[in-house]
């Protein structure tokens, strides 16, 4: 998630100081899928706008070797690092995607910080440290940016001589003067302790012969100033020191230490019908300076709704669009109350907890092809995927399977796919399994498979990928609901290798209810063993599996196991926790 808390900086530069809102870069800087490279008070600045015109201010280093951004490559949507190919989102920095780790999710902590950014009078502004009630420079409205020039001169020496630039010096601060006879504002950016760069402001539009008068006079001012630096002493850079990114920032407090955690809060800002059956949710954070964290494809986000209960729903955003989150959401006919409360009790304007977005159904990139198969709701976590493989360019399709094309939603989002969008409507079950066996018929090298939607076809589809000869790594699903009859009836012992407890399951009661019952810790989700939030190691004895997260391939492997649903074919179980 985004960071705005304040970093540690060179102590002779007095706060109130790094609190001014400073010009950093002028507007045309921050040139089409370009990274400009900014600094203040020494602090090294990566500056660049996305194609959705946001105008991204972030300390300029890559997380992982410390490289500079500035030298990496601007999508439009993301940055992407020039070294090693991590990706850091629009607006709130938070690292998308990690090829050398690309069956993984990278954790939402990995975020670059971030500093506040305004674009006015043709210039980008910032701070590094704005505190409350720090004023924003009160300029009129039609001002016209002249040509910025460097000096290398310390911010001092700037100010003394720059009285002298027009008649009627008024200081407005310590970093900006205003001239009345000329109506020139001169703003001071103190880049470091040695070099500080004049940007003037005048009443516009202007001519060439006025903007010819005053890169004249600025010429002349540099030249003077810098011949009076050149017989004082050099200043020592300034220092900031790059501290390790703070990963605490949240809005509220979690409701509660015990299950699924909701604690954001965001307003309800669209709530539309988007196919019959399916209504989409517009989620935007209740204060716009602290962006929700960074989404990636696959992720879903837990709701707390109006009756108390808590449930999950995956998200459609694609890449860079991270001032929102939008999920989409079924009307069961048989709703156990989440899709009825989503559908009946919730409102536009209204405000709710989440939680950050979980993701246990990444997306990998490495692939040569990849073929995602969506049935029904199931589309929503296939539609984000699609978009993050088509804004990179890499080969895939969606398959999509619906009753009708009223069924099919977010028309908007898969008109922009193209011909990669393949509906399949109507098929009954047999239908199905006949399109799911051509979809599969050849596996082929570093192809890859993405299936989500109701259980049954989540079955036919792995079961055929099997026959077909897909190798189980590359086959990946994501169950909504666990549709398996549970059986509880089993006692059994565990061991807390790392807690030094020995508890008792009896039956009736999950391995995560007894584990709360003792004071410990467990994540939770959707607690049906879908989702995998609650996977625990097991060091020693034989788990009885009965979730529909784990491969069949994990499941032999019996070294994990998802607590809220299996339990032990043996007498005793070794977990790691």
């Given at each position: 998630?985004?960071?705005?808390?304040?970093?540690?900086?060179?102590?002779?530069?007095?706060?109130?100081?790094?609190?001014?809102?400073?010009?950093?870069?002028?507007?045309?800087?921050?040139?089409?899928?370009?990274?400009?490279?900014?600094?203040?008070?020494?602090?090294?600045?990566?500056?660049?706008?996305?194609?959705?015109?946001?105008?991204?201010?972030?300390?300029?280093?890559?997380?992982?070797?410390?490289?500079?951004?500035s030298?990496?490559?601007?999508?439009?949507?993301?940055?992407?690092?020039?070294?090693?190919?991590?990706?850091?989102?629009?607006?709130?920095?938070?690292?998308?995607?990690i090829?050398?780790?690309?069956?993984?999710?990278?954790?939402?902590?990995?975020?670059?910080?971030?500093?506040?950014?305004?674009?006015?009078?043709g210039?980008?502004?910032?701070?590094?440290?704005?505190?409350?009630?720090?004023?924003?420079?009160?300029?009129?409205?039609?001002?016209?940016?002249?040509?910025?020039?460097?000096?290398?001169?310390?911010?001092?020496?700037?100010?003394?001589?720059?009285?002298?630039?027009a008649?009627?010096?008024?200081?407005?601060?310590?970093?900006?003067?205003?001239?009345?006879?000329?109506?020139?504002?001169?703003?001071?950016?103190?880049s470091?302790?040695?070099?500080?760069?004049?940007?003037?402001?005048?009443?516009?539009?202007?001519?060439?012969?006025?903007?010819?008068?005053?890169?004249?006079?600025?010429?002349?001012?540099?030249?003077?100033?810098e011949?009076?630096?050149?017989?004082?002493?050099?200043?020592?850079?300034?220092?900031?020191?790059?501290?390790?990114?703070?990963?605490?920032?949240?809005?509220?407090?979690?409701?509660?230490?015990?299950?699924?955690?909701?604690?954001?809060?965001?307003?309800?800002?669209e709530?539309?019908?988007?196919?019959?059956?399916?209504?989409?949710?517009?989620?935007?954070?209740?204060?716009?300076?602290?962006?929700?964290?960074?989404?990636?494809?696959?992720?879903?986000?837990?709701?707390?709704?109006?009756?108390?209960?808590?449930?999950?729903?995956?998200?459609?955003?694609?890449?860079?669009?991270?001032?929102?989150?939008?999920?989409?959401?079924?009307?069961?006919?048989?709703?156990?109350?989440?899709?009825?409360?989503?559908?009946?009790?919730?409102?536009?304007?209204?405000?709710?907890?989440?939680?950050?977005?979980?993701?246990?159904?990444?997306l990998?990139?490495?692939?040569?092809?990849?073929?995602?198969?969506?049935?029904?709701?199931?589309i929503?976590?296939?539609?984000?995927?699609?978009?993050?493989?088509?804004?990179?360019?890499?080969?895939?399709?969606?398959?999509?399977?619906?009753?009708?094309a009223?069924?099919?939603p977010?028309?908007?989002?898969?008109?922009?796919?193209?011909?990669?969008?393949?509906?399949?409507?109507g098929?009954?079950?047999?239908?199905?399994?006949?399109?799911?066996?051509?979809?599969?018929?050849?596996?082929?090298?570093?192809?890859?498979v993405?299936?989500?939607?109701?259980?049954?076809?989540?079955?036919?589809?792995?079961?055929?990928?099997?026959d077909?000869?897909?190798?189980?790594?590359?086959?990946?699903?994501?169950?909504?609901?666990?549709?398996?009859?549970l059986?509880?009836?089993?006692?059994?012992?565990?061991?807390?290798?790392?807690?030094?407890?020995?508890?008792?399951?009896?039956?009736?009661?999950?391995?995560?209810?007894?584990?709360?019952?003792?004071g410990?810790?467990?994540?939770?989700?959707?607690?049906?063993?879908?989702?995998?939030?609650?996977?625990?190691?097991?060091?020693?004895?034989?788990?009885?599996?009965?979730?529909?997260?784990l491969?069949?391939?994990?499941?032999?492997?019996?070294?994990?196991?998802?607590?809220?649903?299996s339990r032990?074919?043996?007498?005793?179980?070794?977990?790691?926790?």
């Amino acid at each position: 998630m985004p960071i705005t808390s304040t970093p540690p900086q060179d102590p002779t530069i007095p706060p109130e100081h790094l609190a001014q809102w400073l010009p950093v870069a002028s507007a045309g800087d921050l040139a089409l899928r370009h990274v400009f490279h900014g600094q203040l008070w020494g602090q090294e600045l990566a500056l660049w706008r996305a194609d959705d015109g946001t105008v991204n201010v972030w300390e300029n280093r890559c997380l992982h070797r410390g490289v500079r951004l500035s030298v990496g490559l601007n999508e439009g949507r993301e940055l992407r690092c020039i070294y090693h190919g991590w990706r850091y989102a629009n607006r709130t920095a938070g690292c998308t995607y990690i090829p050398a780790h690309p069956a993984d999710a990278p954790a939402r902590t990995i975020c670059n910080r971030t500093y506040e950014a305004r674009e006015a009078h043709g210039l980008i502004w910032s701070a590094v440290a704005p505190q409350p009630g720090t004023v924003w420079p009160d300029l009129p409205a039609d001002l016209t940016a002249l040509r910025p020039l460097p000096v290398t001169a310390p911010l001092d020496l700037c100010r003394e001589f720059a009285a002298d630039l027009a008649e009627d010096p008024t200081p407005l601060s310590p970093f900006c003067l205003r001239f009345g006879s000329r109506a020139l504002w001169l703003f001071l950016q103190p880049s470091d302790a040695g070099k500080t760069i004049l940007r003037g402001l005048i009443p516009g539009p202007v001519g060439r012969d006025v903007l010819r008068y005053w890169s004249h006079r600025f010429e002349t001012l540099r030249r003077r100033i810098e011949a009076q630096a050149a017989h004082q002493p050099a200043p020592a850079p300034y220092a900031p020191v790059y501290a390790p990114v703070d990963p605490e920032l949240a809005a509220m407090p979690a409701r509660s230490r015990q299950g699924p955690k909701t604690e954001l809060r965001a307003r309800i800002a669209e709530h539309r019908q988007t196919a019959e059956g399916i209504c989409a949710l517009r989620l935007e954070p209740l204060e716009p300076r602290i962006p929700l964290p960074t989404p990636q494809p696959g992720a879903h986000i837990d709701i707390a709704l109006p009756n108390g209960l808590t449930r999950q729903y995956s998200l459609t955003n694609g890449p860079g669009e991270t001032g929102f989150y939008e999920i989409g959401v079924k009307l069961e006919p048989a709703s156990r109350g989440g899709s009825a409360a989503v559908h009946g009790d919730l409102r536009q304007g209204d405000t709710v907890a989440l939680s950050a977005p979980r993701n246990n159904f990444p997306l990998r990139r490495d692939a040569v092809q990849t073929i995602l198969l969506a049935g029904g709701i199931g589309i929503t976590p296939m539609l984000a995927m699609a978009q993050a493989l088509a804004a990179q360019g890499l080969d895939y399709c969606l398959h999509a399977f619906a009753r009708s094309a009223a069924h099919l939603p977010f028309a908007e989002r898969r008109d922009r796919l193209g011909d990669a969008f393949q509906p399949h409507l109507g098929l009954d079950p047999q239908a199905v399994a006949a399109q799911l066996e051509q979809i599969l018929a050849a596996p082929g090298f570093a192809r890859h498979v993405y299936v989500c939607g109701p259980g049954a076809m989540l079955d036919a589809a792995r079961r055929i990928a099997a026959d077909r000869g897909w190798p189980e790594a590359n086959v990946h699903f994501e169950y909504f609901s666990n549709t398996k009859t549970l059986d509880d009836s089993s006692r059994f012992e565990i061991a807390l290798a790392r807690s030094a407890m020995t508890l008792q399951v009896p039956a009736g009661t999950s391995i995560l209810e007894v584990l709360r019952a003792n004071g410990v810790d467990m994540p939770s989700s959707c607690e049906q063993g879908a989702c995998g939030t609650c996977l625990a190691g097991v060091l020693d004895g034989a788990p009885d599996h009965q979730d529909v997260y784990l491969s069949q391939a994990e499941k032999a492997a019996g070294d994990r196991i998802m607590t809220c649903v299996s339990r032990a074919r043996s007498g005793r179980l070794v977990l790691d926790l």
